[in-house]
């Protein structure tokens, strides 16, 4: 007689003896505290810190916690972008300062969940390892009392001798991969254990990333250079125009090279819907590692593109226009000759920028004086200022105007105070007069303005571009990217591959023959472990062929609604004392 069943029964509670009685490695959780008094609380607290519960807590909690740091200017990457964004919100500027939103990946309350994470991990992959090895190094579980009570489950009868079928079980399950136990008249089988070791992939290579993104944030460090086309500088703290360092990581361990801007290109569209939308940004530049000019090479950055030299990468960053500039005092003398970079306002470049002219000497009234500029470069000027004032139609350098105003008196350089030099301090200088207005002039390229009151002139010359570049120092990048990557292989092993094991019995009967018994249990419902059974069943019959009026049922998928509810129970699906069988006696090695 052959019979298919599916089992609707759950079965009762597994014993948790040994671990090899296990289908999955993580460890039991804890309704509350055990023990009494500090210990017994530090336990439980234990207990909940390296449950997978808070793990995901503290993982979504670090997520939320990095959002303000891609919002709010961070000072260890634009310096000058935190100083604009506080000048420009006033209001909350030091309530945000003092909730270290400027320093997000630095402050306390980002660390500690950090560091609680890693803890958090530490305590799960640790324990979790050790009882996955001890379940690899066990034999699979014996076969239970009562197989009939497994999800999927097939018997027929044979001729064939019970030692001989349970033998070729053995070499039938073997083959197909399983990690087959031949004991006590049944064969014990179990498969699928990558999918534990997808688990642990997965926690240990976000183990590895978090541990990555933690060395980066103590070994790195980031500097920023602006540079005019032709411009040049050596990678030393004294040439960079800012540096943020770390722990292990400061001015003194900069990379050394020396690094030029040759020319900037910049394409813009220029009809259309997206016109002024940018198109292409590259800057073609000349480098070299050391101090050794003669391995000079030529390299290009663009957004997104660094150029890697040495342990660092050069990132471009920024662009904008520098108008070259010449003041001439009031007996012909050039005071002043320079490329002065102006910075970017909005999207089509209205940039502002200023120039002091600290060394200007002896003024029309016979005092020691300096002069002040400050004004508005547009790439695309208007044919009128009317009703917008200074700005620019168009971020490509189609009709380039120079807008100024001129100031006198003392600039405050001489004090010993540093100074912004993208910022005019008005408070000890006077604006020049012109018939009665304030002095001011729209110069193009080549335009020269003649200064009110015998102060000399000021040439618009003409204008350079320049590109701002950050360069960065991470160490802990490629061990992030790696973690990541496993992470994601390990997610995808440890939701697609199906854990599963399979007994077979074949006992003797009273009345001759031998009855062969196939049950499988899988810790998901899938029909992969029917369909296995199903095979193994049809190979097993050249050695156990069923007889003639007893031909043997492929064994079917359990029903969804018949499929025990409890999964952690049918996990295991240990069997309680039942009464004899007759056909089937209990297995004597069993745990059971």
Known sequence: MSKTTTGTELPPAPDDDTAAERLSTAPVESEGPTGIGVLGWARWMWRQLTSMRVA????????????????????????????????????????YEKLQL?????SIWFSAIYILLFVSLAGCIVPRTWQFVGVLRSQPPAAPRNLTRMPVYAVWRTGADPEQVNAAAHRLLRKRGFRANLAGGSVAAEKGYLREVGNLLFH???FALLGGFAWASLASGTGGKLMVEGQGYSNTITQLDDFTGTRFYNNQDLDPFYLKLDNFTSKFQDKGDQMGAARQFTANVEYFEGSDESKLKKGTIEVNHPLEIGGSKVFLIGHGYAPVITVKNGKGDVVYHDVVPFLPQDA?????????????????????TQLGFSGFFLPTAPLSFA????????PGDAAPELVLNAFSGDLGTDSGLPQNIYQLNTSK??????DGQPAKALLKPGQAWTLPDGYGSVTFEGYKQWASFNISHRPGNEIALTGAVLAILGLIGSLFIQR????????????GGTQVELAGLARSESAKIAEELAELAVDLQDDAPAAEE???????????????????????????????????????????
């Open 56 to 95: 995901l807590i503290l993982l979504f909690l670090l997520s939320l916690a990095a959002i303000p740091g891609s919002l709010i200017p961070q000072n260890g990457q634009n310096q000058f972008k935190v100083q604009t964004w506080k000048a420009q919100h006033t209001t909350v500027a030091p309530i």
């Open 102 to 106: 400027f320093d997000v990946y630095s």
């Open 204 to 206: 240990l290579s976000l």
């Open 348 to 368: 089509n470049l209205t940039s502002t920028g200023v120039v002091k002219v600290s060394d200007y000497g002896v003024g029309p009234g016979g005092d020691k």
């Open 387 to 394: 009703g917008t004032g200074p700005i620019s139609l168009f």
């Open 429 to 434: 200088l006077t604006q020049m007069q012109q």
């Open 500 to 511: 599963r094991r399979i007994w077979v019995r074949a006992v003797p009967l009273p009345g």
């Open 550 to 592: 007893d031909a043997p049922d492929a064994p079917d998928a359990p029903d969804a609604p018949d499929a025990p509810d409890d999964s952690a129970a049918a996990e295991e699906a240990p069997e309680a004392p039942a009464a004899e069988d007759p056909t089937a006696p209990a297995d004597q090695n069993s745990k059971e």
